[in-house]
Nanobody, 127 residues
Framework: QVQLVESGGGSVQAGGSLRLSCAAS????????MAWFRQAPGKEREAVAA????????YYADSVKGRFTISRDNAKNTVYLQMNSLKAEDTAVYFC????????????????????WGQGTQVTVSS
């Protein structure tokens, strides 16, 4: 069982930056692939970024490429999402998710592939 707690959300003006953190419990964090998803009001949950167990592979949604960076620190059981050049359309609740990584280290951006979820943190970008 992995428990996830997000932090770092808040309100920012367009063009600003925020860094989200997701702290995981347990001793198996380094065996888990991690991802950030977001859900805006009235919209489906979508993958924003994902990272494999050692950070060697990453995935970004087209809408955030070049602006967001996912990273992890296995010594601290934490995954991060650095968000720069924020836009109003980035406004959403952001969720951290985890799943046991595969031997092949294939990145998944499907929410159904992630059994462990945090409670979410609100990000609001005003234009």
């Amino acid at each position: 069982q992995v428990q996830l707690v997000e932090s770092g959300g808040g309100s920012v003006q367009a063009g600003g930056s925020l860094r989200l953190s997701c702290a995981a419990s347990g001793r198996t964090f380094s065996s888990h692939a991690m991802a950030w998803f977001r859900q805006a009001p009235g919209k489906e949950r979508e993958a924003v970024a994902a990272i494999n167990w050692n950070g060697g592979r990453t995935y970004y949604a087209d809408s955030v490429k070049g602006r967001f960076t996912i990273s992890r620190d296995n010594a601290k059981n934490t995954v991060y999402l650095q968000m720069n050049s924020l836009k109003a359309e980035d406004t959403a609740v952001y969720f951290c998710a985890a799943r046991w990584d595969t031997l092949a280290g294939v990145i998944s951006y499907y929410s159904n592939d992630y059994p462990y979820w945090g409670q979410g943190t609100q990000v609001t970008v005003s234009s």
